[in-house]
């Protein structure tokens, strides 16, 4: 099936969609529902350039040169529209729903079978613009095609999710991410490892790593730290309170990276096996550190590493956790 080349993972849905397609069963309206990054958007263009094309191959499969696709492609299809929050405000109100939606649905369309609604962030809709939905919802023009995206189904009037079929993306594995950073930037194997392995299923997210300088030298600066610290006197080790605190704004990355990181070492100490690391690009430091340590050593560590987390995220002062978690380490 290739209706949606360039969606990565999420098979179940993409058989789901494109099974819509084949028997003519579209709905009038899909809920999208997942975390951000996980593939939402790419979901619906390739969904939307499938049942509009004029002229689709097998399987659906759009043509890409049909003035649909390319249309579509340059985000200018007359049959399209994609609703968002009107700038400055962190919700959705009834004027972008009423004046680009409901307004407009009872308008044929002007090229195609179908006419497509995408309203980005619809949980963040406020319940009048829920409320002015819901007519649209109740009573859909036979060529109208609406499909929210969404973060969460919750604060959803239960009127709404009646009305729609809704599709949970569940974050994506590790290996798909790691393959699309692979197979979109051409990055190493290794590299791609590291990025999706903190990405917590989130392409996007990931891709955002990928793409930062930032990231890529906090990585290279812990990664000296994690390879020196053993071998540092008390002080020192007291001292790297500040890479902490110029890193505060990252804490979950910098987190997510010693937690890698421990984790590794404890890997390799009962595999041997650097082909198990994830961060592979470190396989020679990691093999040298795990004979330094013992696996209840590590174990400390990363409880250790834990805890500081978990203690700030219920909310506990940042440098003084970060200066027991130092203490801890001497
Ligand atoms: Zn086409």
New binding site residues.
Partial sequence: MNVFTGVAGHEAIRERLAAALDQDTVSHAYLFEGIEGVGKHTMARAFIKALL????QAQHM?????V??RTLDSGNHPDVSWIRRESGKNSLGIRPIREQLVGDVRTQPYQSAYKVYVVEDADLMTPEAQNALLKTLEEPPSYVVIILLASTSTGFLPTILSRVITIRFQPLAADVIAGALVERLGMHAEQAAVTAALSRGSLGYALQLAGSQAFNALRAELTDILTELPHMKPAQVLALADFFERNKDRQDTVFSLIKLWYRDLLMYRSTHDENALITRDAAETIRALSATYTTEEVLKLFGNVQKAEDSIRQGAQYTFTIDWLLSTLI
């Fill in positions: 094309c004029t002229e689709p759009p043509c890409g040169h049909c649909s696709c």
